[in-house]
């Protein structure tokens, strides 16, 4: 319960602080972008089955792969456009938020490895 909790104060509330802190004259409209990152999490559509509450998004969904999410990270920090270095700010927060939630599962999962919960990467 608390897991789930904090995971989506994470996906929707906290992101607002966040928007506040990169402008705070404009934040709600940044809140809305960075609501509309969340938009990634469609890649969970592509798996089989859709929603599985163990399993770890970082590393199994192809939007989540070890292939794409450096690039969210590597946008944060090098890209100038404003709205597009927010993109990507969200992605990478949304990447950090899930990895939480992926190293909640492995400390409740009391004799598993880290590569069972970890299983795309």
């Known amino acids: 319960m608390l897991q ?7 996906h929707f509330i906290f992101i607002g602080a966040i928007a506040y802190w990169y402008d705070k004259t404009n ?14 999490d469609l890649d969970h559509l592509l798996a089989t089955p859709i929603f599985q509450a163990e399993r770890c998004s970082i590393g199994f969904h192809i939007l989540h792969s070890e292939y794409v999410v450096p690039l969210y990270f590597l946008g944060a920090i090098f890209i100038k456009h404003k709205i597009i270095r927010l993109v990507m700010i969200g992605l990478a927060f949304h990447m950090i938020t899930d990895f939480i939630d992926c190293l909640w599962m492995l400390s409740k999962c009391g004799n598993c490895a880290a590569s069972e919960v970890f299983r795309g990467i």
Not at 4 to 10: G, K
Not at 27 to 40: D, H, Q
Request: proline share 0%.
């Open 4 to 10: 789930t909790l904090v995971h989506y104060f994470l």
């Open 27 to 40: 934040w709600k409209k940044y809140w809305l972008i960075l609501l509309a990152t969340m938009l990634v």
